[in-house]
Protein backbone atom coordinates (compact mmCIF):
# COMPACT_ATOMS: atom_id res chain seq x y z
CA UNK A 1 0.00 0.00 0.00
CA UNK A 2 1.57 3.50 -0.94
CA UNK A 3 2.51 6.36 1.70
CA UNK A 4 3.31 9.78 1.64
CA UNK A 5 4.08 12.17 4.60
CA UNK A 6 2.30 15.03 5.12
CA UNK A 7 3.24 18.11 7.42
CA UNK A 8 1.31 20.69 8.80
CA UNK A 9 3.31 24.08 8.66
CA UNK A 10 3.43 26.43 11.17
CA UNK A 11 0.75 28.75 10.03
CA UNK A 12 -1.91 25.85 9.29
CA UNK A 13 -0.99 24.55 13.26
CA UNK A 14 -0.80 28.57 14.37
CA UNK A 15 -4.34 29.01 13.14
CA UNK A 16 -5.00 26.04 14.87
CA UNK A 17 -6.08 24.32 11.35
CA UNK A 18 -4.29 20.59 12.15
CA UNK A 19 -7.28 18.67 12.94
CA UNK A 20 -9.80 20.32 10.04
CA UNK A 21 -7.08 19.56 7.84
CA UNK A 22 -6.04 16.10 8.70
CA UNK A 23 -9.83 15.34 8.83
CA UNK A 24 -9.89 15.65 4.98
CA UNK A 25 -7.55 13.01 4.64
CA UNK A 26 -9.27 10.30 6.78
CA UNK A 27 -12.77 11.37 5.31
CA UNK A 28 -10.75 10.58 1.87
CA UNK A 29 -10.33 7.26 3.32
CA UNK A 30 -6.62 7.73 4.26
CA UNK A 31 -5.14 5.85 7.22
CA UNK A 32 -2.90 7.64 9.66
CA UNK A 33 0.18 5.22 10.77
CA UNK A 34 2.55 7.60 12.24
CA UNK A 35 2.12 11.04 13.74
CA UNK A 36 3.86 13.83 15.50
CA UNK A 37 3.77 17.59 16.89
CA UNK A 38 7.92 18.75 16.46
CA UNK A 39 9.62 21.78 15.83
CA UNK A 40 12.19 21.34 12.94
CA UNK A 41 16.16 22.09 13.34
CA UNK A 42 17.93 24.42 10.74
CA UNK A 43 19.70 20.72 10.19
CA UNK A 44 16.63 19.18 9.43
CA UNK A 45 14.90 21.93 7.71
CA UNK A 46 17.76 22.32 4.86
CA UNK A 47 17.20 18.61 4.81
CA UNK A 48 14.30 18.07 3.81
CA UNK A 49 14.39 21.38 1.24
CA UNK A 50 17.69 20.59 -0.01
CA UNK A 51 16.36 20.20 -3.65
CA UNK A 52 15.35 23.68 -2.78
CA UNK A 53 18.79 24.90 -1.94
CA UNK A 54 19.78 27.07 -5.09
CA UNK A 55 16.80 28.87 -5.20
CA UNK A 56 15.77 32.38 -4.32
CA UNK A 57 13.21 31.53 -1.88
CA UNK A 58 15.30 28.58 -0.02
CA UNK A 59 16.25 30.45 3.21
CA UNK A 60 13.29 32.34 4.31
CA UNK A 61 11.48 28.60 3.33
CA UNK A 62 14.10 27.26 5.88
CA UNK A 63 13.41 30.13 8.61
CA UNK A 64 9.59 29.87 7.63
CA UNK A 65 9.58 25.88 8.25
CA UNK A 66 11.77 26.34 11.89
CA UNK A 67 9.39 29.02 12.97
CA UNK A 68 6.95 27.30 15.12
CA UNK A 69 5.81 23.94 15.67
CA UNK A 70 4.67 21.69 12.82
CA UNK A 71 2.41 18.16 12.86
CA UNK A 72 4.17 15.40 10.69
CA UNK A 73 2.13 12.30 9.66
CA UNK A 74 2.18 9.43 7.42
CA UNK A 75 -1.29 8.65 5.11
CA UNK A 76 -1.58 5.47 3.73
CA UNK A 77 -3.95 4.48 1.20
CA UNK A 78 -3.82 3.47 -2.54
CA UNK A 79 -2.70 5.87 -4.74
CA UNK A 80 -2.15 8.46 -1.53
CA UNK A 81 0.58 10.50 -3.13
CA UNK A 82 -1.46 11.75 -6.19
CA UNK A 83 -4.66 11.99 -4.41
CA UNK A 84 -3.01 13.72 -1.23
CA UNK A 85 -1.25 16.30 -3.59
CA UNK A 86 -4.64 17.03 -5.45
CA UNK A 87 -6.60 17.69 -1.90
CA UNK A 88 -3.89 20.09 -0.83
CA UNK A 89 -4.06 22.12 -4.47
CA UNK A 90 -1.91 24.33 -6.16
CA UNK A 91 1.27 24.91 -4.32
CA UNK A 92 0.63 28.66 -4.38
CA UNK A 93 -2.49 29.09 -1.60
CA UNK A 94 -3.87 32.41 -3.98
CA UNK A 95 -4.54 30.78 -7.16
CA UNK A 96 -5.39 27.41 -5.50
CA UNK A 97 -8.80 25.98 -6.61
CA UNK A 98 -11.43 26.50 -3.78
CA UNK A 99 -12.54 23.20 -2.11
CA UNK A 100 -8.64 22.43 -1.47
CA UNK A 101 -6.79 22.85 1.51
CA UNK A 102 -4.92 25.47 0.68
CA UNK A 103 -7.64 26.95 -1.43
CA UNK A 104 -9.51 27.38 1.23
CA UNK A 105 -7.10 28.00 3.69
CA UNK A 106 -3.95 29.86 2.23
CA UNK A 107 -3.24 32.93 0.51
CA UNK A 108 0.42 32.59 -0.27
CA UNK A 109 3.56 30.42 -1.96
CA UNK A 110 5.39 30.27 1.55
CA UNK A 111 2.66 30.15 4.30
CA UNK A 112 0.82 27.25 1.87
CA UNK A 113 -0.11 25.77 5.06
CA UNK A 114 0.95 21.95 4.07
CA UNK A 115 3.55 20.14 2.52
CA UNK A 116 3.03 16.92 0.85
CA UNK A 117 5.60 14.59 -0.61
CA UNK A 118 5.38 14.56 -4.73
CA UNK A 119 6.48 11.48 -5.76
CA UNK A 120 7.91 7.68 -3.93
CA UNK A 121 11.78 9.10 -4.03
CA UNK A 122 10.37 12.23 -2.51
CA UNK A 123 8.44 10.10 0.42
CA UNK A 124 11.58 7.85 0.79
CA UNK A 125 14.33 11.05 1.60
CA UNK A 126 11.22 12.83 3.61
CA UNK A 127 9.89 10.05 5.69
CA UNK A 128 13.32 9.03 8.19
CA UNK A 129 13.65 12.98 9.04
CA UNK A 130 10.82 12.59 10.93
CA UNK A 131 9.97 8.91 12.37
CA UNK A 132 11.79 6.14 12.68
CA UNK A 133 11.16 3.01 11.52
CA UNK A 134 9.14 1.27 14.58
CA UNK A 135 6.87 4.85 15.21
CA UNK A 136 5.06 3.65 11.94
CA UNK A 137 2.35 1.41 13.12
CA UNK A 138 0.59 -1.06 10.83
CA UNK A 139 -3.28 -1.62 11.76
CA UNK A 140 -6.23 -2.61 10.25
CA UNK A 141 -8.86 0.29 9.79
CA UNK A 142 -11.33 -2.18 8.64
CA UNK A 143 -11.67 -1.67 4.85
P1 LIG B 1 6.24 22.67 -0.30
O1 LIG B 1 5.20 21.75 -0.84
O2 LIG B 1 6.56 22.57 1.15
O3 LIG B 1 7.58 22.47 -1.14
C1 LIG B 1 8.51 23.49 -1.34
C2 LIG B 1 8.02 24.80 -0.82
O4 LIG B 1 8.71 25.92 -1.30
C3 LIG B 1 6.60 25.03 -1.26
O5 LIG B 1 5.74 24.16 -0.57
C4 LIG B 1 6.41 26.49 -0.98
O6 LIG B 1 6.03 26.73 0.36
C5 LIG B 1 7.83 27.01 -1.19
N1 LIG B 1 7.93 27.80 -2.42
C6 LIG B 1 7.86 27.35 -3.68
N2 LIG B 1 8.03 28.36 -4.55
C7 LIG B 1 8.22 29.48 -3.81
C8 LIG B 1 8.45 30.84 -4.12
N3 LIG B 1 8.51 31.26 -5.38
N4 LIG B 1 8.58 31.71 -3.10
C9 LIG B 1 8.52 31.30 -1.82
N5 LIG B 1 8.32 29.99 -1.45
C10 LIG B 1 8.15 29.11 -2.44
Same mark, same amino acid.
Given at each position: ???? !? $? =?? +????? #?????? &????? /????????????? !? $? =?? +????? #?????? &????? /??????????????????????????????????????????????????????????????????????????????????????
Amino acid at each position: MEQT !L $I =LI +KPDGV #KRKLSG &KILSR /FEDKGMKVVAMKM !L $I =LS +KKEAE #KHYAVH &KDKPF /FNGLVSYIISGPIVAAILEGTNCISITRTLCGSTDGSKAQPGTIRGDFSMGIEKNIIHASDSVESFQYEWPIYFSREEIIEYSSGD
